[in-house]
């Protein structure tokens, strides 16, 4: 006799875990949920605004992140750990309770783009102070502090990504309590862009 909880449980599970139908994809909003994240580094008596703006190791722009490599960040030995956000932001103090605060983080993400993309728009939120690089380049920042809210970023237009991988860091500096960050691409009219591929591997 077949077990009539097993459907539902099976509904249940699929439910509780849209993480699962990704596939290696932005989610629905356009938001990436898989990254490299390099944390926690301690900014010291620096301001946020002031270690945003600092490059804490000579490849911030560009690092070569893969998942267990080593990273030497003002002469701290970190290790970049795979991570799929459960939300459309990288929850840095879930990750670090025991040190979330005076600190910064990295995040990666490999883009693919099957074709050229033009005309695109990097959305990035932060909190507290946040920065994306983007194939090398610095495209979007913000120095100040504030609360992390999903409808109010920081806005990069006109951005391309090119044909093949591109690759994307989220620079996230916190001085207290919440420390969060958050990434995703719309086309200029602000429909989210989903048809792209997600990697954490070059």
């Known amino acids: 006799m077949k077990n009539p909880l097993i459907p539902c449980l099976a509904l249940f599970v699929a439910a509780a ?31 946020g605004a002031e270690a945003i703006e600092q490059k804490q ?14 990273q ?3 002469g701290l030995e970190l ?11 990288v929850d840095f103090k879930e990750l670090h309770p025991s040190r979330s605060e005076q600190v910064a983080a990295w995040a990666v993400a490999y ?6 993309k033009k005309g695109l728009v990097l959305k990035m939120n932060s909190n507290d102070q946040g920065k994306v690089y983007l194939n090398g380049a610095e495209i979007v920042k ?9 409808n109010d970023e920081d806005a990069a237009p006109g951005v391309t ?13 916190n001085e207290e309590n919440n420390w969060q960050g958050s990434v995703r691409f719309t086309d200029a009219a602000g429909k989210p862009v ?6 954490t591997a070059p």
């Open 17 to 47: 875990s849209p993480l699962a139908a990704q596939n290696g994809k932005p989610d629905a909003e356009g938001f990436i949920r898989d990254w490299l994240v390099l944390a926690p580094y301690g900014i010291g008596g620096s301001s």
């Open 57 to 70: 190791f000579a490849t911030e722009a560009q690092p070569a992140a893969k998942e267990g490599a080593k």
């Open 72 to 74: 030497s960040v003002a």
């Open 79 to 89: 290790t970049w750990k795979k991570v799929t956000a459960p939300d459309f932001y």
């Open 111 to 116: 883009v693919v783009a099957a074709e050229e």
């Open 142 to 150: 913000f120095t100040d502090t504030r609360t992390l809210e999903k």
């Open 161 to 173: 990504l090119k044909k093949g991988v591109n690759v994307v860091v989220l620079k996230v500096v």
């Open 194 to 199: 989903t048809d792209l591929k997600i990697q």
